[in-house]
């Protein structure tokens, strides 16, 4: 997950102050069920990431070797 956020934001300080200000809001979550939504939100974050990787490094390719 970092490794995407440095790539794509090229901001690794920023991303990760983001992540670690999200850990800490809820921290003191109990309730399971907004444990399990929290998680789900970040699942769909690095997939969302993940996303964004491919679809640049499609793009780049897409650039270079078609254009």
């Known amino acids: ?3 995407f956020s440095q790539v794509l934001f090229r ?3 920023i991303f990760g102050e983001y992540f670690q200000s999200a850990f800490w809001r809820n921290r ?6 907004k444990i ?3 998680l789900a ?3 769909f974050i690095v997939k ?3 996303t964004l990787y ?4 499609y793009r780049t390719l897409k650039q270079r070797y078609y254009e």
Do not use: H, I, T, V
Not at 54 to 57: A, G, I, P, T
């Open 48 to 50: 969302e990431l993940e």
């Open 28 to 33: 003191n979550e109990n309730d399971p069920e």
């Open 54 to 57: 491919y679809l640049r490094k």
């Open 41 to 43: 939100k970040g699942d």
């Open 36 to 38: 399990k939504a929290l």
């Open 11 to 13: 901001q690794y300080s």
């Open 1 to 3: 997950l970092f490794f």
